[in-house]
């Protein structure tokens, strides 16, 4: 009963937002005028009402009002649902011959403002309605220790889950199988599916994102098969990323050249040396390439180091973990800020241009560690390297070089689109909090 309550108040909040949105569009609609566009007819809410309800319909269906989602699994269920109603309405419009009756440039400006505007209006009527314990799910952990720990520190944080980790009396239970022992995890299953309504089940491989793949169903033998594939290393998907991301650079060109401009006269100002810093990186199938930078040293960088290194050697095995040091004598004061901001990485657009580069990939990495790369060269090289990636938004500097391998991984074997756009709009807000930047 108190599920069916929270879903009943959470569709009429989206149907207010929805009515909200119709009528914000008309008056957008309404103060369009030029020679070109159409007199716009205005539309009643009664006869646009049919929308509103498709929209509610198909997120429900995308179970958005059922399951509680991160923020960005939801937001991405929520774009899917306004482009296929965008596309069945125009259907119904075109079948029913009602749509020299309705405004396609409305229609479009409603859909597109709706894909924009709804994650962001979901994310704070969720943070007021979450401010009520009861719109919150009690959830029951079981597993290992460690593994138990992990995850109720991610439900702790990550408070757009709207799920509260207790000991006894619960809504759900979440079983992590890791370290688990089968017999074990067997008697979990079966005792909580007398018991509760929701089980989730965490599973033992965790470097998977089982969240693209597909399950087969064997009924004969009450078996099912998981289909993992891996999708960067589908040609059609290689193809598509590349287009967006070569389509994406050349949009920001235009923003990129007076950049650049300014960039180059700092560094001018601030030390003697070239503009451009250049190293060869080990590329796509390991083919070495002149990555670009913006110069952040002085000249004299390796000299300025060896001194430092002499008065400071546990700077030396810091290095060795992290392939960074602490405090680095060779960076100059325009260098601190291009680095701190991350800037120094944006020459890189000219390595995407040249198809050297990606815009998302893994990082691009000296010659000299391809040693250190190991069991993981095989897979990271085999895609293009980029100028941010998921190590970068996931604690960068902060990371040891092992476990920045590990997210490159992980990244190449679950690629989506969707992930890439996501890493893309997290990177510009590292950028601007300077979230693990050194």
């Known amino acids: 009963m108190k599920k069916r309550i929270q879903t009943l108040i959470t569709i009429i909040v989206d149907i207010f937002f929805l009515i909200g949105l119709f009528y914000l569009t008309s008056y957008l609609r309404g103060s369009l005028s030029a020679e070109d566009i159409p007199a716009f007819s205005e539309i009643r809410l009664k006869h646009f009402s049919f929308v509103i309800v498709i929209i509610v319909f198909l997120l429900y269906l995308e179970k958005v009002y059922t399951l509680k989602y991160d923020f960005w699994q939801e937001s991405y269920k929520v774009i899917k649902v306004f482009f296929i109603a965008y596309l069945l309405v125009l259907t119904i419009l075109a079948l029913s011959k009602a749509n020299l009756e309705y405004s396609r440039l409305f229609l479009t400006l409603y859909f597109f403002l709706g894909a924009l505007l709804m994650p962001v209006f979901k994310r ?13 799910s009690k959830v029951l952990l079981i597993g290992v220790e460690s593994e138990v720990e992990r995850f109720k520190k991610e439900l702790v944080d990550n408070w757009y889950l709207g799920m509260t980790p207790v000991e006894s009396e619960c809504d759900s239970v979440i079983i992590i199988s890791k370290s688990l022992e089968p017999e074990r995890l067997n008697e979990h299953i079966s005792q909580h599916l007398e018991e509760s309504r929701e089980l989730f089940i965490v599973p033992y491989i965790t470097d998977i994102n089982f969240a693209h793949s597909s399950i087969i169903e064997y009924s004969n033998i009450r078996y099912n098969t998981i289909l993992v594939e891996n999708r960067l290393l589908l040609k059609h998907n290689i193809w598509i990323k590349s ?46 390439f002149n990555c670009y930078k913006y110069r952040t040293m002085y000249e004299n960088s390796d000299a300025l180091l060896a001194e430092y290194l002499k008065k400071n050697p546990d700077e030396v095995s810091y290095y060795e973990e992290y392939h960074k040091y602490k ?112």
């Open 327 to 438: 405090n680095d004598p060779r960076i100059t004061k325009i260098g601190k800020f291009l680095r701190a901001t991350s800037l120094d990485e944006l020459a890189q657009v000219i390595n995407v241009l040249k198809g050297e580069m990606s815009l998302i990939g893994p990082r691009p990495y000296m010659l000299s560690e391809s040693v250190k790369l190991g069991e993981h060269q095989k897979f990271i090289l085999k895609v293009k390297p980029g100028i941010t990636g998921l190590w970068q938004v996931s604690g960068r500097n902060n990371l040891t070089f092992k476990e920045r391998n590990e997210l490159e991984v992980w990244y190449i074997k679950n690629w989506s689109l969707w992930s890439d756009f996501v890493i893309l709009i997290k990177t510009i807000k590292v950028v601007f909090l300077k979230v693990g930047a050194k």
């Open 124 to 136: 704070y009527s969720k943070k007021l309605l979450y401010l009520v314990d009861s719109f919150k």
């Open 243 to 288: 287009f967006f991301e070569y389509l994406l650079t050349l949009l920001i060109l235009p923003l990129f050249l007076p950049i650049h401009l300014l960039i180059s006269f700092l560094i001018k100002l601030d030390s003697k040396g070239s503009i451009f810093f250049k190293q060869e990186r080990m590329g796509k199938d390991a083919k070495a």
